[in-house]
C-alpha cells in the first residue's frame, strides 16, 4: 500500500459510507439530469443544512462552481476582487476571466483573508464607463493559507460589499473544515453572515464529484440553470452526484471527515512546531500546514512523502491532511523529516 502524502486533501480517497450510496442508487431507472427522487433529497439536505432560502445547482467541479456562480451574476464590464492567492485567481487557468469576462482584481493579504480595509482603495470609479464596475467580491473558506474568517469577519465583508452593490461570493471548497474550524454551522457562516453566492465543495472531503453552487437570493438562481447547461456542468445521471451529498449529510459524514482533517493538521502542526530549523508561516486553523523548510531537504522529503512547494523562492511548503490521515502518517513523516534536518 502506498503511504499517504501530504500534497492535497485531493489526493485522497472517497469515503466507503460514499461508495455505498452511489451503489444503492445504482437500481434501475430514474429520470436523468436531475429530476429524480435522489436529486430531491439532495437538494432537501443542502436546505436544511443552509436554510429554506438556498437554492442549489450540483456540478462536477470547484473550479466549474466558482466560474459558473461567478459568470452567472455578473457583466463582462464587470470586476471581482480576490485574495491574491485565491484559487480562481491563480489555480482555474484564467478560466473565470474567459467564461464570465469580466477582470479579477487580486488583493494582497499576509494570510489568505481580506479585510474590508484591502478593498477600500477600490471602491471608485462607480458608473465611469472607462472603469470595470466593482462587482462581486469572492472570498475563500477556508483560505487557501489554511485559515478561516470568523462569522463576524464574513459579516464586515458582506456590509462592505453590499454597501457599495458588490455581491459576497465565497469559494467554499473547505466549508466543511471551516465549519468544524469555527463549531458553527453551514448556514450560520454563509446565508445568515450575507454570502450571496456560494460554491459548495464535496471533493476535498470525501466525496467523487459532487460539487455544487447555492444561491441565497432567489433573482441570482432564476437563469442559472441554462447556465450550468452551457457551462457543461448539467450531469445527465444526476443521480450519481446527488447519492454523493446525501451520504455526506446523512449521519454527519461532512463533520466526522473534516473533524479528522483538521485535526491530523493539528497533530501534525504539535509534531513539528518546537524543531528550530523550520518555521511555521500561518495559524493552522483547518487541515493545511504551511512551512518555510530548509530548501536543501525538499526533494529528499518529497520523494517519500509527496507535498508541493508553495513558494520556492523562500522555501514555504504547503502540507494538507485528508479525512483518511492517520497518526501513524504523521508519525512516519516527522521522523523522515527530523533525520533529514537534522542530516
Ligand atoms: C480553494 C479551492 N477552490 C476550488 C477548488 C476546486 O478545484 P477543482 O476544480 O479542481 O475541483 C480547489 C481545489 O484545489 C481549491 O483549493
Redesign the pocket.
Known amino acids: 500500500m502506498s503511504i499517504r502524502g501530504f500534497a ?1 486533501d ?1 489526493n485522497s480517497g472517497i469515503s466507503p459510507e460514499v461508495l455505498k450510496k452511489i451503489e444503492e442508487v445504482n437500481r434501475g431507472h430514474v429520470v436523468g439530469y436531475g429530476d429524480d427522487k435522489y436529486t430531491e433529497t439532495a437538494v432537501d439536505l443542502i436546505k436544511k443544512n443552509f436554510g429554506t432560502g438556498a437554492i442549489p445547482f450540483f456540478v462536477f ?4 462552481a ?1 466560474v459558473l456562480g461567478i459568470a452567472s451574476s455578473i457583466r463582462p464590464f464587470h470586476s471581482v476582487f480576490c485574495a491574491e492567492t485565491s ?1 480562481i485567481h491563480v ?1 482555474e487557468c484564467g478560466a473565470p476571466e474567459r467564461f464570465a469576462g469580466c477582470k479579477l482584481i487580486p488583493i494582497e493579504t499576509p494570510d489568505g483573508k481580506i479585510k474590508p480595509d484591502m478593498l477600500s482603495k477600490h471602491m471608485v470609479g462607480f458608473n465611469f464607463e472607462h472603469h470595470s464596475q466593482p462587482g462581486i467580491l469572492s472570498i ?1 473558506q477556508v483560505s ?1 493559507m489554511g485559515t478561516a474568517y470568523t462569522i463576524n469577519e464574513i459579516k464586515d465583508l458582506a456590509d462592505f460589499a453590499h454597501r457599495y452593490g458588490l455581491l459576497l461570493h465565497m ?1 467554499g ?2 466549508l466543511s473544515n471551516a465549519v468544524v474550524a469555527l463549531g458553527t454551522g453551514f448556514k450560520e457562516i454563509t446565508a445568515d453572515a450575507g454570502v450571496d453566492i456560494l ?1 459548495f ?1 464535496g ?2 472531503n470525501g466525496l467523487m464529484a459532487a ?1 455544487s453552487v447555492i444561491f441565497f437570493r432567489e433573482e441570482l438562481a432564476d437563469e442559472f440553470k441554462y447556465i450550468r447547461k452551457q457551462g457543461m456542468q448539467l450531469s445527465s445521471k444526476m443521480r450519481y452526484i446527488a447519492a454523493q451529498f446525501i451520504a455526506f449529510f446523512e449521519n454527519d459524514l461532512w463533520k466526522r471527515n473534516a473533524i479528522a482533517a483538521n485535526s491530523m493538521a493539528h497533530i501534525l502542526y504539535l509534531a513539528v512546531k518546537d524543531i528550530p530549523e523550520i518555521k511555521i508561516t500561518q495559524k493552522v486553523e483547518a487541515n493545511g500546514v504551511f512551512i518555510i523548510l530548509p530548501k536543501h531537504i525538499i526533494p529528499a522529503l518529497q520523494k517519500e512523502f509527496f507535498f508541493y512547494p508553495w513558494n520556492e523562492e523562500t522555501g514555504e511548503v504547503r502540507w494538507m491532511t485528508s479525512w483518511d490521515t492517520t497518526e501513524e502518517d504523521i508519525r512516519r513523516f516527522v521522523k523522515v523529516l527530523k533525520e533529514l534536518v537534522r542530516a
Open positions: 492535497s485531493n467541479t470547484g473550479t466549474a466558482n484559487h489555480d475563500s487557501e469559494d471548497a473547505r460554491s465543495g471533493t476535498k460539487e
